[in-house]
């Protein structure tokens, strides 16, 4: 099936900082969402974007799906930007179940 | 519009009792998913519905767990007899027919069987 990594998987970072996080996948995908796990547990939707550029507030998220990647940028850091934040594509092309990457674990430092 | 709503939030039980976790997904959603998160395997997929019709069960570990959805506004998971490894997180999403993968989370019961 298809594999999805991320990186890193820890980043600490100081509140007002930007960061990255990438999610790498192994094959062709029709679709991928990028979510926040928060420290209460909770999933966040954040992004769903099979290709292209979108912006939300302070995040925004770019896939490229011809070179298997997406990215997740999340500028002036705060500290409720803290938690996990997976990134998901469909096990295959058009299947409904998904697979999540392992995670990013960022924590906002005041 | 509500989310997906999950109830309870938190249940403790003692191993052996039985334990029904419940599902309210968003109106108009056609798939129903039901996930657990333990620290050990990370987000697993027990078993997904389209239209109230179960798909694909693989993921339900053993017969001890069942799922049904009686109609397209709600569902349960039951663990029969629970036990201490049943402990974790259980999530419960829903996506539209034709978006394929946009699925959307409940806030979770977490479980603890003691």
């Known amino acids: 099936g298809i594999q999805v990594e991320q990186s890193p998987p820890d980043l600490i970072l100081q509140e007002g900082a930007n960061s990255t996080l990438r999610c790498n996948f192994s094959?062709?995908?029709?679709?991928l969402q990028w979510f926040h796990q928060n420290p209460w547990g909770q999933l966040i939707n954040l992004f769903y974007?099979?290709?292209g550029t979108k912006q939300n507030g302070r995040l925004s998220a770019t896939t490229v799906a011809t070179e298997r990647y997406s990215l997740l940028y999340i500028s002036s850091s705060q500290t409720t930007d803290s938690g996990v934040y997976f990134c998901?594509?469909?096990?295959?092309?058009?299947?409904?179940?998904?697979?999540f990457g392992t995670g990013t674990r960022l924590t906002i430092i005041p | 519009d509500a989310g997906v709503i999950q109830s309870p939030r938190h249940e403790v039980t003692e191993m052996g009792q039985e334990v029904t976790l419940r599902c309210k997904p968003i109106?108009?959603?056609?798939?129903l998913f039901w996930y657990r998160q333990t620290m050990m395997r990370g987000l697993e997929l027990l078993i997904y519905?389209?239209?109230?019709?179960?798909?694909?069960d693989s993921g339900m570990p053993e017969d001890r767990f069942s799922a049904k959805m009686p109609n397209a506004s709600f569902s349960t998971l039951k663990i029969q007899p629970s036990e201490p490894r049943d402990s974790a997180v259980y999530f419960c999403?829903?996506?539209?027919?034709?978006?394929?993968?946009?699925?959307?989370f409940g806030p979770g019961t977490r479980l603890t069987v003691t």
């Open positions: 999403a829903s996506s539209r027919q034709g978006e394929t993968g946009e699925q959307y």
């Open positions: 094959d062709s995908v029709n679709n």
């Open positions: 974007i099979p290709s």
């Open positions: 998901a594509v469909p096990r295959s092309f058009g299947n409904e179940k998904l697979t």
């Open positions: 109106s108009g959603h056609d798939y």
């Open positions: 519905f389209n239209n109230n019709v179960p798909i694909d």
